[in-house]
């Protein structure tokens, strides 16, 4: 199965614009505990470089876009977030990188666990060990 699993969200709109609602458990596949969002980001500074032990998030780029690589520690694809609509999902054990936002990217992560720093891989190696 491919890395980039891509959930398109419904978009609920009409003449006064466009309305996209995420709902734990239909929309977003677990029940959400924690939302984060990055902005005023570099076109050249570059974000991730780690993964979790246990914890899933969806990431949708709702303004903007950036290029997301994901490493399962043998495939590493990537995926352009560029559009409100498209959602991507990120497993455990998924190294993630985030590169080239644009100026105006905001970048929504909904989130299944609280932040918890002692639940990241910031080594790739580490990371590696943990997958095998
Ligand atoms: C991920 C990608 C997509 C908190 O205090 N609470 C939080 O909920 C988060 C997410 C971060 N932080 C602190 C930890 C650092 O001092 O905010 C600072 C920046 O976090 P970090 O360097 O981890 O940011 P990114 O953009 O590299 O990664 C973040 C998430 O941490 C990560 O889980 O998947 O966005």
């Known amino acids: 199965m491919s890395l980039i699993q891509l959930v398109e969200f419904p978009s609920l ?6 309305l996209v609602a995420l ?6 596949p677990f029940s959400i505990k924690r939302v984060y969002y990055i902005f005023a980001t570099k076109e050249k500074l570059s974000r991730g470089y780690h993964a979790h032990y246990n914890l899933k998030q969806i990431a949708v780029c709702i303004t903007g876009k950036c290029r997301m690589i994901l490493d399962n520690g043998k495939v590493r694809e990537e995926v352009w977030l560029d559009s409100p609509t498209k959602g991507l999902l990120i497993n455990d054990l998924t190294w993630r990188e985030m590169h080239n936002f644009s100026e105006d990217c905001v970048l929504l992560v909904l989130a299944s666990e609280h932040y918890d720093e002692g639940d990241y891989i910031r080594d790739y190696n580490e990371f590696l060990k943990a997958v095998e």
């Not at 709109?13 to 466009?18: A, F, I, K, L, V």
């Not at 709902?23 to 977003?28: F, H, I, L, R, S």
């Open 13 to 18: 709109g009409d003449e006064r614009g466009s």
């Open 23 to 28: 709902e734990a458990e239909t929309t977003v």
